[in-house]
């Protein structure tokens, strides 16, 4: 992490829309949360390279609403040092869960996830169908339902 900086952005700040469309299909499906979220970005000198918006679901569980790398930057252990600081910033925060939510069908993000420490926690049924205003394919399969996994803040 030290060759990167990583800093919350302000509430005036721009809002990284080009890294967050990596994670999510939408302008309109980022703005339902996007307001309500702290927003990270890591940095390569000047460069945007990785974003991070964390949403505080109660006073004991955090969301990771979206995480998304730069393309040339991913396989590079990038959304694992994310996911550490996602980590650090909730036990800061005196959260004791972290979540995420990711479609069903997101079986590279599912392992991902899951070497992380996350569980599979629940399911939010046809989430993808109700939020999204057309069809949105992943692994050649239409996306339903967003599988929600956890991470216990206490280990």
């Known amino acids: 992490m030290e060759k990167f900086n990583f800093n919350k952005i302000n509430s005036g700040s721009e809002i990284p829309y080009d890294l967050l469309l990596l994670a999510d299909e939408t302008v309109e499906a980022i703005d339902k949360y996007i307001f309500n979220c702290d927003i990270y970005l890591l940095q390569d000198k000047l460069l945007?390279?990785?974003?991070?918006?964390?949403?505080?679901?109660?006073?004991?569980?955090?969301?990771?609403?979206?995480?998304a790398v730069l393309e040339n930057y991913r396989s590079q252990g990038i959304g694992g040092l994310l996911i550490d600081k996602a980590k650090q910033?909730?036990?800061?925060?005196?959260?004791?869960?972290?979540?995420?939510?990711?479609?069903?069908?997101?079986?590279?993000?599912?392992?991902?996830?899951?070497?992380?420490?996350?569980?599979?926690?629940?399911?939010?049924?046809?989430?993808?169908?109700?939020?999204?205003?057309?069809?949105?394919?992943?692994?050649?399969?239409?996306?339903h339902d967003m599988l929600i996994l956890a991470h216990d803040l206490s280990e």
């Open 48 to 67: 945007d390279i990785a974003v991070m918006a964390l949403y505080p679901n109660s006073s004991t569980e955090l969301e990771i609403k979206n995480i």
């Open 89 to 143: 910033i909730a036990k800061e925060g005196g959260f004791k869960t972290l979540t995420v939510g990711t479609s069903d069908t997101g079986f590279q993000q599912i392992k991902f996830y899951e070497k992380n420490g996350f569980l599979k926690k629940g399911m939010r049924k046809d989430f993808f169908i109700d939020n999204y205003p057309f069809p949105i394919y992943e692994n050649g399969l239409q996306m």
